[in-house]
């Protein structure tokens, strides 16, 4: 969906669900955060964020994203999936995501292997790491967080630190 509007606040005026805009906090923090703001002029994040609200606030009973939250940081990530939570009482949201940070996020996923309808159901269900995370960098980070040392908890020698990379490369 492309802006059109010159101003976030015009863009918003063409909004065909007047109810949901008047009713979410969300929105009415972002207009008010960005409403007198020109399009050209916000980051591409702040553009996300106006593009999708826009899309929202269309009279449709489901809205279907691609990659919602590619190029954001955590803050603007955060406000997305406020915002999706948000709507997604009163209309249906579809994502297409490889973005794992935002799956938890989820009601239902419909996990896809080539092409095909591997899994479906609840994140919980669906999350085997087995199944969905067999690489060897995605258990070298499991083992850092059991171990402490991604999390700051743990202070390790640069020994220790060596003999964990060799034992996954090895």
């Not at 008010?32 to 009973?61: P, T």
């Not at 997305?80 to 949201?93: P, V």
């Amino acid at each position: 969906m492309y802006l059109v509007g010159p101003r976030v606040i015009d863009e918003f005026k063409k909004a065909k669900d007047k109810e949901m805009q008047a009713n979410s906090v969300f929105m009415k923090k972002i207009i008010d955060e960005l409403g007198d703001k020109r399009i050209l002029e916000l980051s591409e994040g702040q553009k996300r964020i106006v593009a999708i609200m826009s899309a929202i606030l269309q009279d449709a009973k489901i809205v279907i994203l691609d990659e919602p939250t590619v190029g954001l940081d955590r803050e603007y990530r955060q406000k997305m999936l406020s915002m999706l939570k948000e709507a997604s009482k009163e209309k249906i949201i579809i994502i297409t995501t490889n973005d794992l940070r935002i799956i938890n996020h989820a009601d239902t996923i419909i996990l896809l292997r080539e092409g095909k309808v591997a899994k479906i159901g609840p994140p919980k269900e669906v999350l085997d790491e087995d199944f969905i995370f067999p690489l060897p960098i995605i258990s070298f980070a499991r083992k850092m967080t059991e171990l402490g040392i991604n999390t700051n908890r743990k202070i390790v020698s640069k020994e220790e630190l060596e003999d964990l990379i060799r034992s996954f490369i090895c």
